[in-house]
T-cell receptor, first 112, second 114 residues
Framework: ELKVEQNPLFLSMQEGKNYTIYCNYS?????LYWYRQDPGKSLESLFV?????AVKQEGRLMASLDTKARLSTLHITAAVHDLSATYFC????????????FGKGTHLIIQP | NAGVTQTPKFQVLKTGQSMTLQCAQD?????MSWYRQDPGMGLRLIHY???????DQGEVPNGYNVSRSTTEDFPLRLLSAAPSQTSVYFC?????????????FGPGTRLTVL
């Protein structure tokens, strides 16, 4: 059974600070997805990481994937209030076609 | 393109009632899926379909049925609603999964079962 663990589950930080969200998963996979969800809204795709060592950046967010360590990180640089949201990582199994397994999400609050 | 649409946005049911949650996409995606989101649980896969006429169970399929008669539509049926099915339901679609295609999510249906 594929398990996906995120930490922290809750994070309160100040604007201008840097921080990293971690996503560990339990079985072999080389496809890792990051989503953002605002309160009461749907999920918005942020990054799709498809190979070991993949790194993608968009604005103040950067995601990376280490398939050997079964670890992905989402790094926030110089946080701003607009990045407050819940962030989910999700993984699908190698060779599988049965959808994504999600972590429980990281609820991020960025305070002025 | 409207993307992925879901109806209704909100629904209240009594225990034992049945209903259908509608999902449609206009992106010609072969892969469609249903998830439920409960507080502190992330999203869990209910059912999925890799194309018209093909469906399969996900992690939490009990109490739900699906069908896929067209590429565009993927309705989710609650056979006899229970309070444990109170949740937010999201439909998602993508071209496929093998290539790591991005899944696009609908706006969600918030269901309360009394």
């Amino acid at each position: 059974e594929l398990k996906v663990e995120q930490n922290p589950l809750f994070l309160s930080m100040q604007e201008g600070k840097n921080y990293t969200i971690y996503c560990n998963y339990s079985t072999t996979s080389d496809r890792l997805y990051w989503y953002r969800q605002d309160p009461g809204k749907s999920l918005e795709s942020l990054f799709v990481l498809l190979s070991n060592g993949a790194v993608k950046q968009e604005g103040r967010l950067m995601a990376s994937l280490d398939t050997k360590a079964r670890l992905s990180t989402l790094h926030i640089t110089a946080a701003v209030h607009d990045l407050s949201a819940t962030y989910f990582c999700a993984v699908d199994m190698v060779g599988g076609a049965d959808g994504l397994t999600f972590g429980k999400g990281t609820h991020l609050i960025i305070q002025p | 393109n409207a993307g992925v649409t879901q109806t209704p946005k909100f629904q209240v049911l009594k225990t034992g009632q049945s209903m259908t949650l509608q999902c449609a996409q206009d992106m010609n995606h072969e892969y469609m899926s249903w998830y439920r989101q409960d507080p502190g649980m992330g999203l869990r896969l209910i059912h999925y379909s890799v194309g018209a006429g093909i469906t399969d169970q996900g992690e939490v399929p009990n109490g739900y049925n699906v069908s896929r008669s067209t590429t565009e539509d993927f309705p989710l049926r609650l056979l006899s609603a229970a309070p444990s099915q109170t949740s937010v339901y999201f439909c998602a679609s993508s071209f496929g999964l093998a290539g790591g295609d991005t899944q696009y999510f609908g706006p969600g249906t918030r269901l309360t079962v009394l």
